[in-house]
């Protein structure tokens, strides 16, 4: 009893710790960030927040789909391989396509909601869209982590999620301070967050497909 107690005990945290530890971290980024974003002007911070909620929002709304595959791929997977992948490569088609017309909807109306619903107007509009604009691929690249992180925690993988975010995490405090100090000019430094968030997601995409690579050959799994 107490054998299956501790392999049970240790299961759980060998899943959760990682996951944990990554929620910490990105908040520990997340006040660095915003100390540089303070430092731009109060305008930007509140440009940034508005953004950021609406693109959790579209996020929350658009990644219950990885909920589904999270909670029907587990049921199948230990009884048929083959259409656990197959849950798999279907849940990440659908995201990328959501996450192309999510990028296209934000292009065609973004303005218009941030004319009439916000009331922003002149150099602020032009770079609170031009800012919706860039952020816009990442969620394009969040939509596809999606898919790929809920497949490593199926399959119990979740320190290669710490890595990931992390590494990128790391990147995106150090591009957006080179952005915002040594690149970009008045209020148009604000731009220089987004590149680094969008740049960085992308990052950690390409992260995500070579850990794939990796774990493919080191177990012979069937990810790719």
């Not at 279907?90 to 292009?107: M, Q, V």
């Not at 939509?143 to 790929?148: C, N, P």
Request: net charge positive.
């Amino acid at each position: 009893m107490k054998k299956v107690f501790l392999s049970t005990f240790y299961d759980i945290n060998s899943f959760s710790l990682p996951l944990i530890l990554n929620s910490i971290f990105n908040l520990l980024i997340s006040i660095v960030l915003t100390s540089i974003i303070g430092r731009i002007s109060v305008g930007a911070i509140v440009s940034t927040e508005i953004i950021d909620t609406l693109n959790y929002a579209i996020l929350g709304i658009a990644g219950v789909g990885t909920l589904i595959f999270n909670i029907e791929s587990s049921k199948v997977r230990l009884v048929n391989e083959k259409d656990f992948f197959d849950w798999f490569k279907s849940c990440y088609l659908i995201n990328g396509s959501i996450g192309l017309i999510i990028i296209t909807a934000i292009f065609l109306f973004a303005k218009d909601v941030f004319y009439f619903i916000y009331e922003i107007k002149n150099q602020e509009l032009d770079i609170i869209c031009k800012y919706a604009y860039i952020a816009s691929f990442s969620i394009f690249a969040n939509m596809l982590i999606f898919s790929l992180s809920n497949l490593l925690k199926v399959n119990k993988k979740t320190k290669y999620i710490l890595f990931a975010g992390i590494t990128g995490s790391i990147l995106q405090v150090a591009l957006a301070y080179f952005m915002v100090n040594k690149v970009l000019e008045g209020n148009y430094k604000l731009l220089g967050v987004s590149i680094s968030s969008t740049f960085t997601v992308f990052f950690q995409l390409i992260i995500y497909l070579f850990i794939y690579i990796y774990l493919e050959r080191k177990y012979k799994l069937l990810f790719l």
